[in-house]
């Protein structure tokens, strides 16, 4: 998941430092319908990230580290997830208060799926970047504009996870 955040930033000769913050997420959830299968899903995460909005080089970055465990409660098959890296975006062109495209940077390892045994379900790492067009705040369409590594979630348009999950936990 990438976040969007556009803030307008000073001219580098008068640049302030860019605002920096850190947190930690960690708690769980339930998805009562995951992947559309009718099955619940318990999820457990814990997640690091600090981010800096408007550094000098781009509209936001950031880093991340986290870890998500999803558990099938019927029958205890758990997937665990993964992720460590950094991200920017940066308007590319346009108005963010109307119709512009932002680019996303992701280099790292945006996702590394797990099955219980350690075998690999399925590794996003590498370089990525995207090109996305919002109107306004109002995403409209988006656009891999190169690849580095594999990046097979990217690359299926982010569909493999409801592809593969269900058998995997046991659905």
Same mark, same amino acid.
């Given at each position: 998941?990438?976040?969007?955040?556009?803030?307008?930033?000073?001219?580098?000769? @008068?640049?302030?430092? &860019?605002?920096?913050? @850190?947190?930690?997420?960690?708690?769980?959830?339930?998805?009562?319908?995951?992947?559309?299968?009718?099955?619940?899903?318990?999820?457990?995460?814990?997640?690091?990230?600090?981010?800096?909005?408007? &550094?000098?080089?781009?509209?936001?970055?950031?880093?991340?580290?986290?870890?998500?465990?999803? $558990?099938?409660?019927?029958?205890?098959?758990?997937?665990?997830?993964?992720?460590?890296?950094?991200?920017?975006?940066?308007?590319?062109?346009?108005?963010?208060?109307?119709? @512009?495209?932002?680019?996303? $940077?992701?280099?790292?390892?945006?996702?590394?799926?797990?099955?219980?045994?350690?075998?690999?379900? $399925?590794?996003?790492?590498?370089?990525?970047?995207?090109?996305?067009?919002?109107?306004?705040?109002?995403?409209?369409?988006?656009?891999?504009?190169?690849?580095?590594? &594999? @990046? &097979?979630?990217?690359?299926?348009?982010?569909?493999?996870?409801?592809?593969?999950?269900?058998?995997?936990?046991?659905?």
């Amino acid at each position: 998941m990438l976040l969007l955040m556009t803030v307008a930033a000073a001219p580098a000769a @008068h640049a302030a430092d &860019p605002e920096v913050n @850190h947190f930690r997420d960690v708690g769980t959830d339930v998805d009562a319908d995951f992947c559309g299968t009718g099955q619940q899903i318990d999820i457990a995460f814990d997640v690091r990230v600090t981010e800096w909005l408007s &550094p000098n080089q781009a509209d936001f970055k950031s880093t991340s580290t986290g870890k998500v465990t999803f $558990t099938n409660p019927l029958t205890g098959d758990t997937v665990t997830l993964l992720f460590a890296g950094a991200s920017m975006g940066e308007t590319f062109s346009g108005d963010p208060e109307g119709l @512009h495209v932002v680019e996303f $940077t992701v280099v790292g390892l945006p996702e590394l799926f797990r099955a219980p045994g350690g075998g690999v379900l $399925t590794l996003d790492a590498g370089y990525i970047v995207f090109q996305q067009t919002f109107e306004g705040d109002e995403f409209i369409s988006q656009e891999i504009f190169l690849v580095k590594g &594999p @990046h &097979p979630a990217a690359e299926s348009d982010f569909e493999l996870f409801c592809e593969i999950m269900p058998e995997a936990l046991g659905l």
